[in-house]
């Protein structure tokens, strides 16, 4: 009797379980490319990658990335902040000013088709 029980899990339990669990991530799934097809397909893609590159989906990277540039391109330039204490605007709560601008008013507009 144990053994037909043992049979009737292996050839029968286990499958219906396996297929019910199938369908809920393919309903999942479904849901997921309905609320947004391109961002569904950019995550597939994304996921195949790193597949491919030898790490699980979803993952980060744990490294520290390399920078683009070596700290010995390029030069220093210092600089300094300069206040304009004149000016047609008004201050802001720090007391620092700015100046307005005055708005363009002689260009020509025209209605499109």
């Known amino acids: 009797m144990p053994f037909l029980l043992i049979l009737f899990i292996i050839f029968v339990v286990l499958p219906v379980c396996f297929l019910v669990y199938k369908y809920f991530v393919w309903r999942r799934r479904a849901r997921e490319f309905m609320s947004d097809p391109l961002g569904y397909f ?6 195949a990658a790193e597949r491919a590159a030898g790490r699980r989906p979803g993952t980060r990277e744990t490294t520290r990335k390399k920078k683009k540039f070596d700290s010995s391109v390029g030069e220093y330039v210092s600089f300094r902040e300069i206040r304009v ?8 709560s720090s007391g620092s000013t700015y100046v307005r601008e005055e708005q363009v008013t002689d260009a020509q507009w025209e209605d499109l088709p």
Do not use: F, K, N
Not at 85 to 92: K, P
């Open 42 to 47: 950019m995550r597939q893609q994304q996921a």
């Open 85 to 92: 204490e004149s000016g047609t605007g008004t201050g802001s």
